[in-house]
């Protein structure tokens, strides 16, 4: 992994945060196709024969009980663990055909916030931006981070932190420019406050409208556009 920057390099630019609106997908044929997926965890079959269909511009809700297979699932539209059967597609083509594209497609959050308690909030956003493919400059970093509501905290450590403020330096990747046309969340909203929540719900929108497609995870009823394009699957 190519060195951290260093927070004396950074410097957070005053005046009000203004949250950026993703750009539209290199693509209009952005399409998420998952068809007859199984999968099996030791002698116990979480899930059979999923079938699902996610246009550009459309939201799956995954619900189910706690132990349904909820995050089995989404690390399998993501290619992280592998289905017992089945295939997920993206743009018409299997995810394994080219994984490398398929990445750089995409934006996963798993359930936990993921961050190394010794690096600052922008050092843990640099690590996992080049983990994914996303090569944002220092500026940007430290803009996303203020519109997360992270403004002077961009270089506290994430020890520091509290819950929200954890879980929200890994939305704030969600902000960047030119925005991944298929953002995957585990229950994103998980330890947000009220204005917290309505930022992300306001950053989810604008990826919708943008022609992306977002998949989440929420035991929390949360509240999008009823004027956008909805897909939900139980589990």
Known sequence: MNAILHPLALKSA????????????????????????SCVRGTRRLFSNVDSVVQAGQLLRLQGANGAGKTSLLRTMCGLSAPDRGEVR?????????????????????HAAALKDDLSAIENMQAACMLGGQRPSPSQMMSALAV??????????????????????????????????????DEPFNALDVAATDWLLSVVTAQ??????????????????ASLSQVTLTL
């Not at 005053?14 to 997926?37: M, N, Q, Y």
């Not at 992306?212 to 999008?224: C, E, F, K, R």
């Open 14 to 37: 005053p005046g009000p945060a203004v949250a950026p609106t993703p750009s539209a997908p290199e693509s209009v044929s952005a399409r998420l196709e998952l068809i007859g997926l």
């Open 90 to 110: 993206w743009r018409g083509r299997s995810i394994g055909a080219d994984r490398d594209a398929f990445h750089r497609d995409l934006i996963y959050l798993g």
């Open 208 to 225: 919708l409208r943008a022609g992306g497609i977002v998949v989440l995870t929420s035991h929390q009823p949360v509240a999008i556009d």
């Open 148 to 185: 997360a509501g992270l403004r002077q905290r961009e270089h506290l450590s994430a020890r520091s932190l509290s819950q929200g403020q954890r879980r929200r330096v890994s939305l704030a990747r969600l902000v960047l420019k030119p925005s991944p046309p298929l953002w995957v969340l």
